[in-house]
DNA sequence: CTCGTATGTAAGTTATGGCTTACGGTAAGT
DNA sequence: ACTTACCGTAAGCCATAACTTACATACGAG
């Protein structure tokens, strides 16, 4: 399973920022660092690691190098959660009934 | 925003494993720690993470302690994940379409 | 061809995280 | 009341990860 690279990828807050950017479109990296509360080359680590992820790609643009958002690793993290989605919601809904089931006549 | 706090609960595996094994019902902590890797310390100390960050919820039950997954983890993550699934298709999408745009008339 | 820009990578430091063993406390049974 | 089962927490160890500075490389402008 692969999604395990996307999860670790993401725990990080600084790295979250990272691809929370690249949202709103395809940076270079030096633009990407700025306004960021670490060195450049930390962002140029971190975009690796998201890169192994499958959360971004890059390409070359002249001297600079452009990353963007893949969604290959954010589909993989909504696999892993729509398969645990429905059945999380059904044992808990299963708990809240069997709750009331046994405090039904409890204190007569 | 403490979805922080659920995606670095899942990042770890070991962790993960005990959130899953918890999506087929609840469990008491020795008998969830049976069959994991890690001592049943451990598995308390990951249940203790995968609370904070609302993924499971703990109830006594005598002298057991009984954990059961919590839907409101799963929920904040899946709200992250749906605000960002739409913009990184988008993205991805109009950047495939700038490919095609460039390669169009390349080599007559 | 040289210089400045833009980036990845190596080396080293420090902080963080996961694990184990040891211990303390609570609940149930005898 | 004493004992046993079950669990959380503290202390300490060790691996890993995040960050910094320093260096190497590639591209484009002049």
Redesign the pocket.
């Known amino acids: 399973m692969a999604n395990n690279l996307a999860f670790a990828a993401l ?2 807050p ?2 979250r920022a990272v691809f929370e950017r690249l949202a709103d479109g395809p940076l ?4 990407l660092a700025e306004g960021m509360p ?5 962002v ?6 998201l890169k192994e992820a499958g959360l971004v790609t ?1 390409r ?1 643009q ?5 990353y963007q958002i893949d969604p290959k690793g954010l589909g993989q993290i909504r696999a892993w959660l729509d398969r645990f989605w429905d059945e999380a919601l059904e044992a808990f809904r299963a708990e809240v009934e069997r709750e009331t089931q046994d405090s039904e006549g409890e204190e007569p």
């Not at 270079?28 to 633009?31: H, I, K, R, Y």
């Not at 140029?44 to 690691?49: D, F, G, N, R, T």
């Not at 002249?62 to 452009?66: D, F, P, S």
């Open positions: 725990a990080d600084t790295r270079p990296v030096g633009e670490v060195s450049r080359p930390a140029s680590q971190h975009l690796k690691v890059d070359a002249g001297a600079r190098r452009v």
